[in-house]
């Protein structure tokens, strides 16, 4: 079976860090596109940041220069590590995998962020 485990939401003041984790079963993360993407109350989901490859990374502008997406395939796990964290980055966020040249994803069930003003 496979699955997509996120664990180190929070709650946290603003100026704050967390670091997100997403663990994979059932399949090898190395071999997917990885990405977390987020979603607050009412709004759409929106990608965060992917990560191709070791240390191929893309950030969403709003994120740019606060977050880090890295992964270490050695435990299959990405991680999402948010500094100076606002009150705008609330929201329940994702683990999303797309398989390399298949194109098959999966998600995970996702892990809240509250940032407090």
């Known amino acids: 079976q496979v699955r997509l485990v996120e664990s180190g939401g929070g709650l946290v003041q603003a100026g704050g860090s967390l670091r997100l984790s997403c663990t994979g079963s059932?399949?090898?993360?190395?071999?997917?596109?990885m990405s977390w993407y987020r979603q607050a109350p009412g709004k759409q989901r929106e990608l965060v940041a992917t990560i191709v490859g070791k240390d191929k990374t893309y950030y969403a502008d709003s994120v740019k220069g606060r977050f880090a997406i890295s992964r270490d395939n050695t435990n299959n796990s990405v991680y999402l590590h948010m500094d100076n964290l606002k009150p705008d980055d609330t929201a329940d966020y994702y683990c999303?995998?797309?398989?390399?040249?298949?194109?098959?994803?999966?998600w995970g069930q996702g892990t809240q962020v509250t940032v407090s003003s």
């Open positions: 059932g399949l090898i993360l190395s071999i997917y596109y």
């Open positions: 999303h995998a797309e398989h390399l040249i298949v194109g098959s994803e999966y």
